[in-house]
């Protein structure tokens, strides 16, 4: 399995304009993460998934983000408009419910988001 | 609600050296626990995990004992290497697949 993909890796873009951070999970995975990861707040969760409805968004920072997965295998998380603070490291990571290692989440390799 | 405390960082070591990252969590229930690596540049990744009290989850030299008297599961290895420095997390899971990290623990290891 070539593990779960994100796109892109790099993104720089200028403060106000809209930006989407893609995920394709490991395929059977029923579970999707979206965290974010500064040096001041450390790792935190923004959104999961099961079974491609969301179950806890309480991490969400504010309107300005949103998060959708419209089938098993695509996900994104929107920012509209963006701001400098949102700069940022942004995982995605997927897990499994079914037989084997329960709870153990796979990470992407997560994009740099850089806000100007 | 559920937490993680991770000892902190960084940690500088020489080679060599014997390593421990301490632990400590506060649950209800008895939650599985993990330690994660991140090396520089990637996303993280499961380096051990134990479901269970008094289980021993081992990786790659590492080891990590889950504690449910003294609410613990410290990291540790013998003899680190340059290659082991990255930032290791502390983790348990909430059930319904949901992980609590903690802040994450720097390591460096000199030649």
């Known amino acids: 399995d070539a593990g779960v993909i994100q796109s892109p890796r790099h993104e720089v873009t200028e403060m106000g304009q809209e930006v989407t951070l893609r995920c394709k999970p490991i395929?059977?995975?029923?579970?999707l993460f979206w965290y974010r990861q500064t040096m001041m707040r450390g790792l935190e969760l923004l959104i999961y998934f099961n079974n491609n409805v969301p179950i806890d968004d309480s991490g969400m920072p504010e309107d300005r983000f949103s998060a959708k997965m419209p089938n098993a295998s695509f996900s994104t998380l929107k920012i509209q408009p963006s701001e400098p603070r949102d700069s940022a490291v942004y995982f995605c990571?997927?897990?499994?419910?079914?037989?084997?290692?329960?709870?153990?989440?796979?990470f992407g390799p997560g994009t740099r988001l850089t806000v100007l | 609600g559920n937490s993680v405390t991770q000892m902190e960082g960084p940690v500088t070591l020489s080679e060599e050296a014997f390593l421990t990252i301490n632990c400590t969590y506060t649950?209800?229930?008895?939650?599985?626990l993990f330690w994660y690596v991140q090396y520089p540049g990637e996303g993280l990744q499961l380096l051990l995990k134990a479901t269970k009290a008094d289980d021993k989850g081992s990786n790659k030299g590492f080891e990590a004992t889950y504690r449910k008297e003294t609410t613990s599961f410290h990291l540790e290895k013998g003899s680190v290497q340059v290659s082991d420095s990255a930032v290791y997390f502390c983790a348990l899971s909430e059930g319904a697949q949901k992980l609590v990290f903690g802040q994450g623990t720097r390591l460096t290891i000199n030649p």
């Open positions: 395929s059977g995975h029923d579970y």
């Open positions: 649950a209800t229930g008895y939650p599985s």
């Open positions: 990571a997927s897990s499994s419910s079914g037989t084997g290692w329960t709870d153990t989440q796979y």
